[in-house]
């Protein structure tokens, strides 16, 4: 059964840009879908997007629904155009300024805070650029105006787009 998607790529520069931008946006239909993600497909050109890039994904029928995935493989061909395999980190986010503890005048860093997810099993994490924060750091994030203090765990993923 094929639906609507809206996915926005490139969501990491959404951090430092605006993600409404039309450019930024692209329609497609669902192949199928998990809990853990989607098949998208695209029988046009679809957009440019690379394995290992983070994407936005709003349903287009329930617009309080917007997840962040990360792109896992690609594929392309005559007969089903592009299809893109794309992984559920997770079904929200919230956009935070992080910086290291005790540095006030540090550059504060644009990044998705993504809440637990028990559906598919996800502890609370933060996504940020790929290399200004490393484990066992102490932070001072602001989401929507409050401040708090928190202590990075494990990575979970890095690549040359994020940090997770």
């Not at 998990?34 to 290992?52: E, R």
């Not at 997770?90 to 990044?111: I, N």
């Not at 105006?145 to 494990?154: P, S």
């Amino acid at each position: 059964m094929l639906h609507d998607l809206e996915v926005e790529s490139e969501i990491a520069a959404w951090a430092d840009s605006s993600i409404h931008s039309e450019k930024a946006r692209t329609l497609c239909q669902t192949v199928n879908e998990s809990a853990g993600g989607y098949c998208m497909s695209w029988h046009d050109d679809g957009p440019k997007v690379k394995v290992g890039e983070l994407v936005g994904v709003q349903s287009t029928h329930e617009e309080s629904q917007f997840g962040i995935g990360v792109i896992r493989w690609l594929r392309q061909d005559n007969i089903s155009g592009l299809q893109v395999g794309v992984e559920l980190m997770s079904p929200a986010s919230q956009a935070c300024k992080a910086r290291l503890k005790g540095q006030k005048s540090a550059t504060e860093q644009r990044c998705l805070l993504l809440p637990e997810a028990k559906a598919i099993k996800t502890r609370q994490s933060l996504i940020a650029p790929p290399l200004p924060f490393h484990a066992g750091e102490q932070l001072n994030i602001t989401v929507d105006g409050e401040a708090q203090e928190i202590r990075l765990g494990n990575i979970i993923e890095a690549n040359s787009a994020f940090c997770r």
